[in-house]
């Protein structure tokens, strides 16, 4: 490995590889101590290991106020945001299965941009997602046509908080008001700005509402291990009230091993984890989530800022957080050739489609070097205006190439291969 390529992974290392995201050292060591004290404790029963119990409702509460939810709200720690979408997406499948046994195919309603965990949740448990779309200038759903594809069918209705492709909140204000109007729960996946919105929103910043302020929203998905600074993987999924919870809860009484009953996906649930992010939540606190947010959306503002600054770009949409999607202000900038442009300057680009564009997630590790992500984004653009720099072969192209394929169903058969071929022995 040459010498530059070498300076550039470790600068890489330097920067990305803090155990919590925080880049608090005493931070990371308390959570490896909490975790370590409880690596070999399993919370599937919680009456051999009380203290998993206590850490665990805790953390619910924790997470419940924050989201302004009062004492009914109940919940449970998973593994991560999939495993709490997969959660709320079997409980409301089961509370139709009760309440309405004649649905017999069942349907959720969701913008486009829902995340594809919801999609794994679908095909895991036998659901169709309606998918709305989302229009090019604020990409958010058009509310007519959410309305009109909610039917007989319909057993939840989805949205986000916010969206991950363009950091953009839901109009989940008025989805939740269609909620209330049908008799249908709502579940906002607030697994990415979950643990960062409401304290942007007592910042002062304009945050639309989405959590239990809202009647129609019945349930909450939200990470600890992004702006939590928990480690991965830790996530909750808080519900309204006991009622609701009781659809996700297991429970099989003829096993011969005796009574059977388990309150999420995992059988086994690392005490470590629950542990570990407890600890977080404890150790951080209300002010010190409120100043981390402060320090981020003041670097997220001057990104913003600075790249519509910037010929041929634009920061696509309204993003209310920490973070946005970099987009193309004039149709003959290639995003993907910008992408390329960037990586060569030591830069991971998380490449995205329709439209081409680049997403940023802004963490504690991007407050040092924000001027110099600045620069990099005008020279790659610059090159790319002036016909320097196009796309290479390998990931943009690929990428580009399979983006234009019409038939998605090629496309899944493509990832499905690549995911098989990375993971052989």
Known sequence: MDDDNFKIQ???????????????????????????????????NPMFFPSLRRFETEIISMTAEMLNGDADVVGSLTSGG???????????????????????????????TIHPAFEKAAHYFDLTIKHIP????????????YEKAINNNTIVLLASAPQYCHGVVDPIEEIAAMATKRGLPMHVDACFGGFMLPWVEKLGYPVPKFDFRLPGVTSISADVHKYGYAAKGASVVVYRNEEIRKHQIFAYADWPGGLFGSPSMAGTRPGGHIAGSWAALKHIGQDGYLAKAKELMEITEKLKKGINQIPGLRILGNPSMTCFAIGA?????????????????????????????????????????????????????????????????????MYGMLAKIPDKALVNDVIVEFFSEIYKN
């Open 134 to 145: 989302v229009d090019n200038v604020q990409f958010r759903p058009n509310l007519a046509e």
């Open 329 to 397: 202000s004039q149709s003959s900038v290639d995003m993907l050739a910008v992408a390329d442009g960037m990586e060569e300057k030591g830069w991971k680009m998380e490449r995205q489609q329709f439209p081409a564009s680049l997403h940023c997630s802004v963490l504690p590790q991007h407050i040092g070097v924000a001027d110099q992500l600045l620069a990099d984004l005008k020279d790659s653009a610059d090159r790319v205006m002036r016909g320097e720099l196009k796309s290479k072969p390998g990931a943009s192209a």
């Open 82 to 112: 999939t495993e709490s979408i997969l959660m709320a997406v079997k409980t409301y499948r089961d509370r139709a299965r009760k309440l309405y046994p004649h649905i017999k195919h069942p349907e959720m309603v969701a913008p486009i």
């Open 10 to 44: 470790e600068e890489a290392f330097d920067h990305f590889t803090e155990k919590s995201g925080l880049k608090d050292v005493d931070h990371d060591t308390l959570l490896q101590e909490f975790h370590h004290a409880f690596m070999h404790e399993n919370a599937l």
